[in-house]
């Protein structure tokens, strides 16, 4: 359980395998991002399926890494959002600037 990352020839997929992100992991999921980078991800995906509940914490987390790939050219993509999440990015004006499959 945590955060981890798969690699493949599309990009990066960071996975966080937990129910509730209030952002305990925040070193992990900012090294992640940097490493996608580093490989030379055109497209990083965070797939957000296991996650119920998502803190103001966790939703700067994706912030930051939004503004990170975006200043690289890089494709950032959240996947796996459910309704409770999407209603929380709505709520904060994020729905209609990420990238949401």
């Known amino acids: 359980m945590g955060i981890q990352a798969e690699y493949n020839k599309d990009g990066s997929i960071i996975i966080v395998d937990q129910k509730e992100w209030i952002g305990i992991q925040a070193a992990a999921f ?3 991002i940097q490493e996608s980078i580093n490989r030379v991800s ?14 103001s914490l966790g939703i700067g987390l994706l912030v ?14 959240l996947q796996g959002v459910n309704d409770h999440i999407m209603k929380v990015l ?12």
């Open 30 to 32: 900012n090294d992640l």
């Open 42 to 55: 055109k497209n990083i995906s965070v797939d957000l399926s296991k996650v119920q509940f998502i803190s």
């Open 64 to 77: 930051h890494a939004y503004t990170t790939c975006t200043k690289k050219n890089i494709k950032f993509n």
């Open 90 to 101: 709505y709520q904060v004006k994020l729905a209609e600037i990420f990238n949401i499959a």
